[in-house]
């Protein structure tokens, strides 16, 4: 059973430009939540997609939005990069998102760079 | 609102207990955890709690659930090297599986 991955796991973008982060949830997964991490500071969440479709969203404007593909794959795509959006992506995984527990799997993430 | 809330930094001798402390807002989380993460890993899950349960003991950790303070504790019992990471404390929000954490905190194990 593969778990999380993520790829790049390093990028350095300029102001202004856009980006696409890549996430494969793990197997039998159909749940992806995608999480920024600023320098010292938690985890915050930017949405997450069920089957497809949006199914939450945080405090992020609309230049981040999100795919997840038929075999839930996901991307997150930022456009018009800001010096702010320098942080560490997180993707997480998980089957379902009901209120019973669902586990998120965490991959390693990828540390964006806007310079 | 949703805010969770942790002390930033905690020093202990190797051997000795640790305990991380941690608030949160949000009095319909139905679920609270704790994850480690390592210089420059992703978040791993040590441990939840259900939050109609007080206490959980697995192996070396308990977690310790004050539900009318809203306030959660974890306990590492004979702190090691290996345990010095940060540490953070998250409630789950919204009908949804979404994750809300707090800052983290960084255990540093010294000899």
């Known amino acids: 059973e593969t778990g999380v991955t993520q790829s790049p796991t390093h990028l350095i973008k300029t102001r202004g430009q856009q980006v696409t982060l890549r996430c494969s949830s793990q197997?039998?997964?159909?749940?992806v939540s995608w999480y920024q991490q600023a320098l010292g500071q938690g985890p915050q969440f930017i949405f997450q997609?069920?089957?497809?479709?949006?199914?939450g969203r945080g405090n992020f404007p609309p230049r981040f939005s999100g795919l997840q593909f038929p075999n839930y794959s996901s991307e997150l795509n930022v456009n018009a990069l800001e010096l702010d959006d320098s942080a560490l992506y997180l993707c997480a995984s998980s089957f379902g998102f009901s209120s019973s527990y669902n586990e998120q799997f965490f991959g390693p993430g990828t540390r964006l760079t806007v310079l | 609102g949703e805010d969770v809330e942790q002390s930033l930094f905690l020093s202990v001798r190797e051997g000795d207990s640790s305990v991380i402390n941690c608030t949160y807002t949000?009095?319909?989380?139905?679920?609270l955890y704790w994850y480690k993460q390592e210089p420059g890993a992703g978040l791993q899950l040590l441990t939840y709690?259900?939050?109609?349960?007080d206490m959980k003991q697995d192996q070396r950790l308990t977690v310790l659930l004050n539900k009318k303070d809203k306030h959660l504790s974890l306990r590492i019992a004979d702190t090691q090297t290996g345990d010095s990471a940060i540490y953070f404390c998250?409630?789950?929000?919204?009908?949804?599986?979404?994750?809300?954490f707090g800052a983290g905190t960084r255990l540093a194990v010294h000899p």
């Open positions: 949000d009095s319909s989380s139905t679920y």
């Open positions: 197997s039998g997964h159909n749940t």
């Open positions: 709690i259900f939050s109609n349960m």
């Open positions: 998250a409630e789950r929000g919204g009908g949804y599986n979404k994750l809300i």
């Open positions: 997609y069920y089957r497809e479709e949006e199914n």
